[in-house]
């Protein structure tokens, strides 16, 4: 284990309050590939700022105070970015994984880096939530129903990609039932919505040195054990980033205003565009569309619930709707771009046609008029 500290800050724990947390920001994003190909997923920046700014913009506001990030795919550009947290009022300190631990392993690798007592409560989010979650119920629920854990559980209309978490009258939860397919199996539209409060001797438990998932073995494990897991049901806004085309509805959720973020770098509205880009006076700009640092958007250009990121540069006359274009790529005239994601630098020339779930990876270049439609460019 590689660990780099930032200056020590006290943890001091109240009956419903959380000063500590930690933040599970090492997966690969491979969903989301090719946002993810030079830029942890983390760091990919929904409505102007990374993601991760976002979340922890939102512990704060929930009174946290020290956060220790678990990383480790491209592990080595957080710290440059948010340093020791200062500009966020936030202490915060990495940890990095030589090999990859699941979600359970993570935790457990990071545990001497807490500071809370052993039955303090220690906030755990995952990476790629995106959510309105109510943190200090959250706390306020764990706290009064004496848990081991609390989880934050949303309703979803059709659960059969997330794990089921019934509970009982009383809200405790009675058992972990993952991917249900039949409709026998679908007994609750409860399901695990990534956020948690652990108790910190839970955290100390958790097995060192090998993979762990927190989802099929430490929490039904614990459950098998007898010990106490509380769900709380917060059904606000909730969204898994996990692919392009949620990161893109997302972010324009965030600059909608739909999702709460004290992050956003701007008023909220139909669009965001960063001070520094360049936005030709006729183009339109609607649906929570983002515009990055140093974009360029030519004349007669429309974006609608997009994200231009910085040094981005969309042609005159081009449409570009619910996309993604990275760092530094470029959109000849007339193009038009829907639900398609462009990888950082890649270059499409004028007149083409991308759409529905296209990927234009990094670096590549399309000629003037050489798709019309296809996918994984």
């Known amino acids: 284990m590689h660990v780099r500290t930032t200056s020590p800050a006290p943890c001091r724990s109240g009956d419903d309050t959380v000063t500590e947390a930690i933040l599970l920001v090492g997966g690969k994003g491979t969903r989301l590939r090719p946002l993810t190909v030079h830029t942890p997923k983390p760091m990919v920046p929904a409505a102007g700022v990374p993601f991760l700014t976002h979340q922890l913009a939102r512990a704060k506001a929930a009174g946290v105070e020290r956060v220790v990030l678990a990383t480790s795919y491209l592990a080595e550009v957080f710290e440059p970015y948010f340093g020791d947290g200062s500009s966020l009022g936030l202490s915060l300190e990495y940890v990095t994984e030589r090999d990859p631990l699941g979600t359970g392993g993570a935790l457990g690798n990071v545990a001497s880096r807490l500071r809370s007592g052993p039955d303090d409560p220690v906030l755990v989010f995952n990476g790629d939530i995106l959510t309105g979650l109510d943190i200090r119920a959250l706390v306020a629920t764990h706290t009064s129903s004496g848990a081991d854990v609390s989880l934050h559980l949303t309703r979803v209309e059709d659960p059969r990609a997330f794990g089921l978490v019934p509970t009982d009258a009383d809200g405790r939860v009675t058992a972990f039932l993952e991917k249900p397919q039949t409709p026998e199996e679908i007994v609750t539209d409860q399901i695990n919505a990534g956020a948690y409060v652990f108790r910190r001797s839970v955290i100390d438990a958790i097995p060192l040195g090998r993979p762990v998932s ?141 759409r529905s779930g296209v990927r234009v990876w990094c670096g590549a270049v399309l000629p003037a008029g050489a798709v019309r439609f296809s996918s994984d460019l």
């Open 214 to 354: 927190v989802e099929r073995e430490t929490f039904p494990g614990l459950l098998a054990a007898g010990a106490h897991l509380q769900g709380m049901v917060d059904s606000t806004y909730w969204l898994d980033l996990g692919t392009p085309q949620a990161f893109v509805r997302g972010s324009a959720d965030l600059v909608l205003g739909r999702a709460p973020s004290p992050a956003v770098p701007g008023r909220c509205g139909d669009r965001l565009i960063l001070p520094t880009a360049s936005v030709a006076a006729d183009a339109k700009l609607t649906g929570g569309t983002v515009i990055g640092a140093s974009a360029v958007i030519g004349a007669g250009a429309r974006i609608s619930g997009s994200a231009v990121l910085d040094g981005a540069v969309v042609e005159a006359g081009a449409v570009v709707s619910d996309s993604l274009i990275g760092a530094g790529a470029r959109i000849g005239a007339r193009t038009v771009v829907s639900g398609a994601v462009v990888g950082d630098g890649a270059v499409v020339g004028a007149d083409n046609e991308l």
